[in-house]
């Protein structure tokens, strides 16, 4: 069974301060995906990454992807109110293009509480 | 950015009545659909797959006589909760996968079900 491991699983920080959430599997995806969830809404796609150590930014978020594509995080630096919510790593297995088949693997979810 | 709707939003239903959930891609194709289901504060449970032109693919444990997938086209697919009880009270969320590119899924806003 694939596992992704995601920690840490609820988080309440102060306005400004910066934070990392890791997602860590001993299996190798195709690609990673970061999710952010509001209370009864569907996830929204954050960033979708793909190549082994590649890294993306968005604004204050910093998505990395491992070398060998089994473990990614999320760092936010100067956290604010509005980046309360639950945060989603998903990494997709099984994956052929052609056929698209696969499917994702969640992570156990993090709960972010920023506080002004 | 790719958009998925869901409808309804929210239903309420009697013990023992089947509640039929839509899910559609707005602006793509859609060759693979998937369904799940989300328990307050957890992360997302895939239910199945669900193939355009074909049967639908089942999780260990997903009753597939219960919950029936249909995916008649490029764009629709829906989840029939058949005979539904007050356990099956979740959010079901779908999500659709365009044809190409690095596989990424795009979730619609989610389904509230209450069974009384």
């Known amino acids: 069974t694939q596992l992704l491991e995601q920690s840490p699983q609820f988080l309440s920080i102060q306005e400004g301060e910066n934070l990392t959430v890791y997602c860590n599997s001993s299996s190798v995806f195709s690609s990673l995906q970061w999710y952010r969830q509001e209370p009864g809404e569907g996830p929204v796609l954050l960033v979708t990454v793909v190549t082994g150590g590649e890294v993306k930014k968005l604004k204050r978020l910093t998505f990395q992807f491992g070398d060998a594509r089994k473990d990614s995080s999320l760092h936010i630096t100067a956290a604010q109110p509005g980046d309360t919510g639950l945060y989603l790593c998903a990494g997709l297995t099984g994956f052929h293009g052609s056929s698209n088949t696969g499917k994702l693997i969640f992570g156990q979810g993090t709960t972010l509480q920023v506080k002004p | 950015g790719a958009v998925v709707s869901q409808h309804p939003s929210r239903v309420i239903c009697k013990s023992g009545t089947s509640v039929k959930i839509e899910c559609r891609s707005l602006?793509?194709?859609?060759?693979?659909m998937f369904w799940y289901r989300q328990f307050p504060k957890q992360s997302l449970m895939l239910m199945a797959t669900?193939?355009?032109?074909?049967?639908?693919?089942?999780e260990q444990g997903v009753e597939k006589d219960k919950f029936l997938i249909n995916h008649a086209s490029l764009t629709l697919s829906t989840l029939t909760v058949t005979s539904a009880h007050p356990e099956d009270s979740s959010f079901y969320i779908c999500s659709a996968r365009r044809l190409a590119g690095a596989g990424t899924q795009y979730f619609g806003p989610g389904t509230r079900l209450t069974v009384l």
């Open positions: 602006d793509f194709q859609a060759t693979t």
């Open positions: 669900s193939n355009e032109g074909s049967k639908a693919t089942y």
